[in-house]
C-alpha cells in the first residue's frame, strides 16, 4: 500500500507507525479471527482478554477529557477491556463525516444544572447503595462513567472528533468514504493524545 500516495498526512507521522505485514492466523471463524487480531490471543473460554488498545491505557496515565481508547466505525466485535474492566473498552463512534450525537443537551442550563447537582444524586445514591455495602469504593462504576461523560461533552478535545475542520485539501486527500474519513479522524485523536485508535474497514476479511 502506498500509505505517502494515499495518505499525506499519516505519512508524516510513520516515522512514530509500523505496518505489519506478516501475521498469520489458522483461524477460520470470522469472530475468532477478529479476536485473535486485538488481543494477540486466540479465543479461550476461561476468560475474556483485553485487546491492544486496553492495555495501553491500562499502562499509562494522562489528563485527557475524551476516551482514551476509540474505535471508529466498529462493527460487531468492537475492541474491549476484557479482564481489565469494561472501563478500558473502545469507545464507540460512526461514520466520522457525521457529528457525535448526544453532546448538547436538550435541557435549559438551568434545568440541566439542576438534574445532574439534584435529581443526580438522589438516584446515584440509591443506585450505589446495595452495590457498595462491602466494597471500600468511593463512587460506582456508573457515576464515573457519567462523570467522564458530563466531563467530555464541554472539552475543547472533543473538537479532535470532527473531520470538517481541517482544510479541503487535506479532506480531499482523504477521500470523501466513511472509511477515508475515519483515518483522518484517528489521526486528528492521536494528534489530541487518545492512545490507541482503531479504524474498521467493512467487508475486509479478517482472517
Request: with cysteine; net charge neutral; charged share 25%.
Amino acid at each position: 500500500i502506498q500509505i505517502s500516495h494515499l495518505l499525506p498526512k499519516v505519512a508524516e507521522q510513520m516515522h512514530q507507525a509500523s505496518i505489519v505485514r506478516s501475521m498469520v492466523s489458522k483461524e477460520g471463524d470470522h469472530e475468532r479471527a477478529t479476536y485473535n487480531v486485538k488481543t494477540g490471543w486466540r479465543p479461550d473460554p476461561t476468560l475474556i482478554h483485553p485487546s491492544i488498545g486496553s492495555v495501553l491505557c491500562h499502562q499509562t496515565s494522562d489528563n485527557l477529557e475524551i476516551p482514551r481508547h476509540v474505535s471508529i466505525l466498529s462493527g460487531q466485535w468492537p475492541a474491549r477491556g476484557g479482564y481489565l474492566g469494561p472501563q478500558y473498552d473502545a469507545f464507540k463512534m460512526g461514520d466520522p463525516r457525521e457529528p457525535l450525537p448526544n453532546l448538547k443537551s436538550y435541557l435549559s442550563e438551568e434545568r440541566q444544572e439542576s438534574r445532574l447537582k439534584g435529581l443526580r444524586n438522589v438516584v446515584e445514591r440509591s443506585f450505589a447503595k446495595e452495590r457498595l455495602r462491602d466494597m471500600n469504593q468511593i463512587k460506582t462504576m456508573h457515576e464515573s462513567s457519567t462523570e467522564r461523560a458530563i466531563k467530555m461533552m464541554d472539552s475543547e478535545q472533543i473538537k479532535a472528533f470532527d473531520v470538517s475542520l481541517e482544510s479541503t485539501q487535506t479532506l480531499a486527500s482523504f477521500g470523501d468514504t466513511s472509511f477515508g474519513k475515519g483515518c483522518l479522524a484517528a489521526v486528528r485523536l492521536i494528534e489530541t493524545g487518545v492512545r490507541c485508535v482503531e479504524v474498521e474497514l467493512s467487508g475486509w476479511d479478517t482472517h
